[in-house]
């Protein structure tokens, strides 16, 4: 069985803003809503200077309905970071000031030592990604 849920656009706005951490500024026409910052929406569906606000949802595109039966790459990302080693070889700081663990450790995800002694800097590579695996899993090998 497919469903598709639609929920009310300025019900999940109000409450998105509602359950923000911080202030966050908005504009509303008099008859608008000011939570149009917090809904995926076009801001003139939440009221305009010359239109109504009528926030409406809904499908407006073609939807496609995909079957596999093998995991599916649908993201990665990568993250690179530089770590500089102290004498010690302790972390002595990143570029971005903060400290790395796995200085001084050669791992898979580590790639591009600068230095073999205990003194130098190196990057570190984390990829992630993300599969769309299908139900009952799969069977097949990850070449890497």
């Not at 009528?54 to 939807?63: E, K, N, Y």
Request: charged share 10%; hydrophobic share 40%; with cysteine.
């Amino acid at each position: 069985m497919l469903s598709v849920v639609l929920q009310p656009p300025v019900a999940a706005a109000l409450y998105a803003k509602a359950t923000y951490p911080y202030s966050v500024p908005t504009m509303a026409v008099p008859g608008g809503f000011n939570v149009y910052n917090f809904a995926r929406k076009t801001a003139s569906d939440f009221g305009w200077d010359w239109g109504p606000a009528f926030a409406p949802s809904g499908i407006t595109a073609a939807v496609e309905l995909l079957g596999f039966t093998r995991a599916a790459l649908i993201g990665a990302l990568v993250h690179q970071q530089l770590v500089k080693v102290n004498a010690a070889g302790e972390s002595a700081g990143n570029r971005d000031g903060s400290r790395d663990s796995t200085a001084g450790c050669t791992t898979s995800s580590s790639i591009g030592s600068s230095s073999s002694s205990s003194t130098g800097s190196h990057f570190v590579l984390t990829i992630s990604a993300h599969f769309l695996v299908p139900e009952g899993g799969d069977r097949g090998t990850l070449t890497v």
